[in-house]
């Protein structure tokens, strides 16, 4: 079945067919809010959230000619900023794993990827947050510019600005966290 019609179904409160885009979309929204708030718990909750404000909002939604992701997406973007507005974020240096650590056992090479990774998203949290929701969308969940502009309220060509600018600016932070 088509996006198009489990959209409409879920529009006239068919609850499989939303399940059906949940299990489409959850895991693209999921990694982008994880990327955005770091603790697993928060994402899950966050990523419930979406889909739960996503359920009740559904007969509101109209197709733009943008894949239905983009509205998911406004809606998540929206979502992290209500959560760093109500709720400051404490990381104890007791809750990060062993494995973002790079002391887990395995193979020399994940914890080389595993600690880039780190890295990077050390970098981008330190970056202003057009960056870097601009930056996730378009290479961790490999989104056009027109999706991320609909995303994000902004037109293409600023998307392409920004994009320029955060990927100029996270290279300069990443030569810092050598």
Known sequence: MKEEELISKAQKGESEAFGRLYDE?????????????????DAEDLSHQVFLSA????????????????WLYKIAHNAVIDFYRTKRVHIDIDDVGEEKLGLSPGPAHEVEV????????RALQT?????????????????????????????????????????????????NYK
């Open 25 to 41: 979309h959850f895991p693209r929204i999921y990694r982008f809010i994880f990327i955005k708030v770091s603790r697993k718990q």
């Open 114 to 121: 595993s600690l880039e990774m780190e890295r990077v998203r």
């Open 55 to 70: 359920w009740k909002n559904i007969r509101n939604y109209t197709h733009k000619g943008l894949p239905f992701s983009s």
């Open 127 to 175: 970056m202003k947050e057009d960056e870097q929701n601009v930056l996730i969308m378009k290479f961790v969940d490999e989104l056009g510019n027109r999706e991320i502009a609909e995303a994000l309220g902004k037109t293409e060509g600023a998307i392409r600005v920004i994009q320029h600018r955060a990927l100029k600016s996270l290279k300069k932070l990443l030569e």
